[in-house]
């Protein structure tokens, strides 16, 4: 029964809100060593494990002779036949890198390298692939590697590189996302150790884009599983490139069963454990080799489900101008089903930025909102068209960034969030951290040209926007004048109370004296940078 006089409903009402006020402070210590322990799991080092095993039939017999294990590494690690790539080490610097094998390198009169590149030289003289140069390559007198692009645009193999230090969970992701499709994958780790190279081997030749599209939807098929491989990944696929760049040979690689890395366990192929296999011999002798049919059907269906990349892709992208039957409608996003359970609400807080809390979203979803800040790079697609290297142009620029509790978002991907959250069967419980800025007493004295005026009104309509404009409309003018209208400061008011010169034709009047900071008539335009 509640109590009827006053006095003891307030006491009553006094002691129900410090129960709650105890309950919410242990509910946020809770959080708070929930996040711990999460971040904590994050940072343990344990022994990997996976519920299957990586194919190896044991009944195969392994190559005995040299020239069985020669035979069998030129069939695996096949590409380009008329050259490959060597490693140097400069003794003097240290430095190390790969060059085209050419009987003329530093001949004088006649190599003018690095003046002249490999591929513009008129006395080039490269040395195609032989079996001495195998047997030198696994005796230890050299280190090479393939050029996996064949000249008509064609592979026979398919390799991605993991590295960072998380490069053991990451490949155990991928090759998750490998067995779930029945993709045989080879494991090497890396001649560093602090990494890896997956492989597929293909019966014959297969279309690089088709063999490439197949990859990144494996990395798209991966960071589902886990929403913290990077996606930089996409541009770590060999070959690098769909088609061959004008004057050059393509990305490289280093081939496995390196004689010195070999002794200190690199370079070496990996079981389900991440152990070494015993019989490196036998196990290659094992290894699948996949129809280049089962390739295309991979990336065909990839294609048609837009995961690929699954990020927007620029208008352009060359590649979607060929299949424009493969694109969405305009204005509606693909979205995933996320099978895991989802909290009720996910919290966020807006300030500078939009940052999601992370406790208690599974991997899926995280990487769904990691990609709302995500889109194909047009420059990669356009250096490609023109058949340039694309070596230090990412295919994807992600605006999201991984903290160690939150996501942090632009906030211009608040509404987007809002409907993947309710197409997920959550809700956004947002808390609003911005900074109001202090008020200021000023007002605007100027003259507005008709499309200073038309942007002004629309951008006060809104607490997010941008203001995209050719150099000469007048953004100072724009921006000085919606801090008048709203009458707060802000990083534009600092910023631009510099470059507003006496003669501008704006009044501001700042402070309670209302003194002038620049006083004139007229009308104004100035260039801000774009």
Known sequence: MFPSDKKSILDAIAEEESRLAGLEGEAEKARERLRAL????????????VPYTLPLATNIPAPTTSGEKIDLFRSLF????????????????????????????????????????????????????????IRDHLQGKQVIGVYPLLKDETC???AVDFDKGSWMEDVLAFIEACHAHDLPAAVERSRSGNGAHVWFFFADPVAATVARKMGCYLITEAMARRHQLSMKSYDRLFPNQDTMPRGGFGSLIALPLQHGPRQKGNTVFLDDRM???????????????????????????????GRVIDVPMSLSDDMSDKSPWMRPPSGHPRRTLIADPLPKQVRAALAQRLFIEKAGLPPP???????????????????????????????????????????????????????????????????????????????????????????ARALLQHDIGLFVAPPGIGKTVVGTFLIAARHRSSQLWSRYRRRVPPHSGIL?????????????????SHTVPS
């Open 365 to 455: 979803i995280l990487n769904e909102i990691k990609r709302l800040a995500a889109f194909q790079n047009p420059e990669f697609y356009k250096k490609q068209s023109m058949r340039l290297s694309t070596a230090m142009t990412p295919r994807v620029i992600c605006c999201a960034e991984e903290l160690s509790d939150h996501i942090a978002l632009p906030r211009g991907c608040l509404d987007e969030l809002k409907d993947l959250l309710k197409f997920a069967g959550s809700l956004l419980a947002l808390e609003d951290r911005r900074v109001a800025g202090e008020s200021l007493d000023c007002h605007f004295q100027g003259n507005l040209t008709p499309v200073q005026e038309q942007a």
């Open 508 to 524: 501001i009047r700042t402070g309670p004296s209302g003194n002038q900071s620049s006083v004139c008539r007229g009308t104004y």
């Open 38 to 49: 999460r971040s904590k799991l994050e940072t343990v080092v344990c022994e990997p494990h």
């Open 156 to 158: 026979r193999l398919l």
């Open 78 to 133: 096949r590409g380009r036949d008329d050259i490959f790539p060597r490693l140097w080490t400069n003794l003097a610097s240290g430095k190390k890198g790969y060059a085209p094998a050419c009987s003329n390198e530093w001949v004088p009169g006649i190599c003018e390298k690095p003046r002249v590149r490999c591929g513009d030289c008129p006395n080039q003289a490269f040395i195609p692939v032989a079996n001495q140069v």
């Open 275 to 305: 152990q070494p296999y015993a019989d490196q011999w036998a196990y290659l002798a094992s290894i699948q080799r996949l129809d280049p049919r089962r390739v295309e059907s991979i990336a065909e269906e990839a294609t048609r489900s």
